[in-house]
């Protein structure tokens, strides 16, 4: 500008902006911006753009005075001239010079300013350059920070990765050892599962071993029970008449007997019973042993207990000159729910014995509520729950020594003291024994020469289940009797009335396979007026049954060929002879089993006189009621017709009912 001697000037630099090459506002020489054009041109914009897009130097004289000012500090003065020069480095733009003076521009400034625009350019051009070099330096070094960053980073990562990599090595080790371990391990294990196998194979042989033995166990056991029943069927059969005969004996009816003699029976008759009672005890105890001892439980009330002890027992006492007491305590429980019958015969067997071993001084029974619990583990019997009936005596006392043994079967504190009291030793066996199942026991308190206290406790209601309710019976093992003891009895042939039966005539029908008893039996019924028939089978009583429909039938359990409950069974199926009295007799006690089974009554063989005589009397009473009365209720008039009909006879009287 100096040279020039122009008063403003403006340089543009091109600048590749988004939208292509603008042409943006540089530097100027005493440029005002504030009123001189600035800012930036695209190419081809006014004049600036214009040499920038022709690439040509442009004059322009006497520009209007608005265009460009010269601002001094005491006014200001328009341009009249404007050189307008591009800036080219080999024919490219790189920015346009321009120029304002009050004069106009000569050609030689036109020139000098056209090759100064070259110079001018490259210094541009250069000075582009040195930027775009800083701005890569900078870049770079910004590039070279990052990767040092970068670098730092990857370090860490790398020292990580190798601490990662020295805990993966670590634990590869442990594995390792662990891996070693297991293998171990896994040998021993599989020793031991090679062991295991071992003794599996022995446990199961020892226990196909055991379940062989239980099952010879059982077998034994079962063939013991069946042994015993048939045993003690063959052995009380005789009996039975043996102590009826002898009974009837000693009585002397005739009167020619001699005294000796009538002494000579009675010692018969008592050597028979204890027989009897003994084969009782033994079979008693091998029910018990069995389990087929069945429980009836019922309600019991002590004070009828306690009075039929006073009553059975006071007698022997007084006897003996004993003292015999019987009390009640206070605070005792009234009644309790258990098996009677079984609860009276261990009291019996104990008041016996306290009476049997005590020579003088006094036998007491005392009833209270139980003190101390039966078994202390069982939660099910606290010490309120059971009865105590303490049975105490002066008598000769048991040594300590021989307090458990007593207990045992056939057992005696001593042969020589027991053969002066007698006795079997079964008594406490089955004592303890029945004790257990009515879910109580005995305790044994006894000094010699002092005496005893044997003390039953018992629950007041059953705490046990009762066993043996649904296994085979004694008497279904009767029903399996050896065959010899069958053909025995089954060949014999009672002499009977079947001959000279008469239509009007009472007729009683006796099924007994013991001939000798079924004999007395006949007798008897020709004694109290009866027609007797007599059948040894149950087989032969069902036909006699069926065609002579007898006023009663006497029937024996045990039978060969089909038992007496099968006859009873059979009897009361078929319409023609339900309506006969069945009357029951057998050794065992199934007065409950044959009422269930509809039977009128039970006799419990031995059958002595006295008991003879109450059967007799009931049979008679039974045939003498000719006309018996059945009331019938029923609210539909048809069924009740029908049933009426069916059940008519001249002997039976019908009431009706409709509700
Ligand atoms: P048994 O009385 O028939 O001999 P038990 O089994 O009833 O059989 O009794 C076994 C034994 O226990 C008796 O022989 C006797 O030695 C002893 N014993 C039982 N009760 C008493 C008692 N009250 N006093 C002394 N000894 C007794």
Not at 186 to 214: F, I, P, Q, Y
Not at 223 to 242: D, G, I, V
Not at 559 to 585: C, F, N, Q, S, Y
Request: charged share 30%.
């Amino acid at each position: 500008a100096g040279r020039l001697d122009a008063k403003v000037g403006a340089v543009y630099t091109v600048d590749q902006g988004t939208g292509g090459p603008v042409l943006e506002f540089a530097g100027g020489f005493a440029f005002s911006p504030g009123t001189d054009p600035s800012g930036s041109f695209e190419l081809g914009e006014g004049l600036v753009g214009q040499a920038a897009l022709d690439r040509r130097l442009h004059v322009l004289r006497d520009v209007p005075s608005d265009y460009l000012r010269i601002v001094s500090g005491t006014g200001e003065t328009r341009v009249r001239n404007i050189v307008v020069v591009p800036l080219l480095v080999e024919e490219r733009v790189v920015g346009v010079l321009e120029l304002g003076s009050l004069l106009p521009f000569d050609n030689v400034q036109q020139r000098f300013l056209a090759q100064g625009a070259a110079i001018l350019a490259g210094a541009v051009e250069s000075a582009r350059g040195r930027e775009a070099l800083a701005a890569a330096l900078q870049q770079s070094q910004q590039l070279s920070e990052e990767l040092q960053v970068q670098h730092e980073e990857l370090r860490a990562t790398n020292e990580e990765l190798e601490i990662h990599a020295q805990a993966l090595r670590d634990s590869e080790e442990r594995l390792r050892a662990q891996q070693e371990e297991l293998q171990v391990s896994n040998e021993e294990l599989a020793e031991k599962s090679k062991l295991l196998v071992r003794r599996n194979d022995d446990l199961e042989r020892a226990t196909g071993m055991l379940e062989e033995r239980a099952q010879e166990l059982a077998a034994a056991s079962r063939y013991k029970s069946q042994f015993l029943a048939n045993m003690s069927h063959e052995l009380r059969t005789p009996l039975n008449s043996l102590l009826l005969l002898a009974q009837s004996l000693a009585e002397n009816p005739q009167g020619n007997l001699a005294d000796e003699q009538v002494e000579a029976v009675r010692v018969i008759y008592d050597s028979g019973r204890d027989l009897l009672n003994l084969i009782n005890d033994i079979l008693d105890l091998a029910k018990i042993e069995a389990g087929r001892t069945e429980l009836h439980p019922g309600l019991v009330t002590v004070d009828d207990l306690a009075d039929r002890l006073r009553m059975s027992f006071r007698p022997e006492a007084d006897r003996k000159g004993l003292g015999f007491r019987v009390e009640v305590a206070e605070g005792a429980p009234a009644s309790l729910v258990t098996d009677g019958k079984r609860l009276e015969q261990v009291l019996r067997n104990l008041v016996s014995n306290a009476i049997k071993f005590t020579e003088a001084g006094e036998v007491e029974v005392v009833f209270r509520r139980d003190l101390g619990a039966v078994d202390a583990s069982d939660a099910a019997s606290s010490p309120s729950d059971c009865l105590e009936i303490a049975v105490r005596d002066t008598g000769i006392g048991i040594v300590p020594e021989h307090h458990e043994i007593i207990f045992e079967a056939f057992h005696q504190a001593d042969g020589g003291i027991t053969r002066r009291y007698g006795g079997t030793g079964l008594g406490l066996a089955i004592s303890r024994e029945l004790a257990r199942l009515l879910g109580g026991e005995i305790r044994l308190r006894s000094e010699p020469g002092v005496g005893s206290t044997f003390t039953l406790v018992v629950p007041l209601a059953p705490t046990v289940a009762v066993p043996g309710q649904e296994g085979v019976g004694i008497a279904d093992l009767q029903g399996n009797r050896l065959e010899q003891a069958a053909s025995r009895v089954a060949t014999g042939v009672i002499p009977d009335d079947r001959e000279s039966i008469r239509a009007d005539d009472r007729l009683l029908l006796v099924v007994e396979d013991d001939v000798r008893f079924a004999e007395l039996l006949v007798r008897k019924c020709s004694e109290k007026g009866f027609k007797c028939l007599a059948a040894t089978t149950g087989e032969e009583g069902l036909e006699l049954a069926r065609k002579h429909l007898p006023s009663a039938v006497l029937l024996d359990i045990p039978l060969p060929g089909i038992d007496g409950w099968a006859v009873l069974a059979a009897l009361k199926e078929d319409m023609r002879t339900r309506h006969i009295p069945v009357h029951t007799i057998s050794a065992e006690d199934a007065g409950v089993e044959a009422r269930r089974r509809a039977a009128i009554g039970h006799t419990t063989k031995p059958v002595d006189l006295a008991k003879m005589e109450e059967l007799f009397g009931r049979l008679q009473d039974i045939a003498e009621r000719d006309v018996r009365s059945v009331l019938v209720i029923e609210d539909r008039t048809v069924d009740r017709r029908a049933i009426v009909e069916l059940i008519a006879e001249k002997d039976i009287s019908v009431h009706e009912a409709d509700k």
